[in-house]
């Protein structure tokens, strides 16, 4: 009887870890803007579980697509670059 329940105690446990696992679920955008043009874009995904890294992977390569371009993401501008995109209408003042 007790092998029983300790088979059944230790099921419920993996059970319970593999379920938290899977669980997990994240959402990630990130805004990127290119200093010369003042042209924008925007990476995101979402996913939950196992997906949560593939969408990692998918922000992560678009993000360096488009550096790769020129652009920034917008908390990585330099306060000289955002001064002259505020100055010429391109990006809104904090």
């Known amino acids: 009887m007790k092998d029983k329940n ?16 899977l669980a997990g679920c994240a959402s ?3 805004k990127l803007i290119h200093p010369q043009t003042g042209a924008t874009a925007e990476c995101s995904a979402s996913g939950f579980g196992v997906g949560v890294s ?5 922000v992560g390569g678009c993000r360096r697509a ?3 371009r020129g652009y920034l993401a917008l908390e990585q501008l330099p306060p000289e670059q955002r001064a002259d995109l505020e100055r010429r209408g391109l990006l809104l003042k904090n």
Do not use: P
Request: net charge negative; hydrophobic share 50%.
């Open 28 to 30: 990630q955008t990130i």
């Open 54 to 58: 593939i969408a990692d992977g998918i």
């Open 6 to 21: 300790s088979r059944r105690d230790a099921t419920l446990v993996s059970s319970l870890a593999l379920l938290m696992a």
């Open 66 to 68: 488009y550096e790769e």
